[in-house]
């Protein structure tokens, strides 16, 4: 059976029985910091959504890296991907970038899965909130 522990930096730690380790932060330190538990960017400003993936499987594992942005109304605004194999034991940090149009307040989502053709979940999805002004 796979393992996967997902780890966020923003002290969440999500447990799971798939592969990687994963751990999710969004980086820019010109535009972005973490005020109160919700990210803060401003429009117009490029920001990263990253993870920190890690294969704790015995065998080489392909994967899918998506990261979803949906405004306030629950409407997608953004949506990537890009897709991998990770060995046994073998890290990585993929990142999508993100470049808000208009204030509001957004939810990310990371979700690694098996494939982009192969939606099975290698981990229970990465959650964060962007209030951008």
């Known amino acids: 059976m796979r393992n996967f522990v997902a780890m966020a930096f923003l002290t969440v730690m999500i447990l799971s029985y798939m592969i990687p380790a994963a751990s999710s932060e969004i980086s820019n330190k010109n535009s972005v910091k973490l005020q109160n538990g919700i990210w803060q960017a401003k429009v117009g400003k490029q920001m990263q ?12 594992q392909p994967f899918a890296y998506i990261v979803q942005v949906q405004n306030q109304d629950g409407v997608t605004v953004s949506l990537s991907w890009l897709t991998g194999t990770l060995d046994s034991g073998q890290s990585l940090s993929p990142a999508q970038s993100w470049t808000p149009a208009s204030t509001g307040v957004y939810i990310a989502q990371i979700f690694i899965w098996e494939g982009i053709d192969n939606p099975d ?5 990465l959650t964060m909130t ?3 002004t």
């Open 49 to 60: 959504i990253q993870a920190d993936v890690t294969n704790g499987q015995d065998r080489v």
């Open 121 to 125: 979940a290698l981990s229970l999805p």
């Open 130 to 132: 962007i209030t951008v």
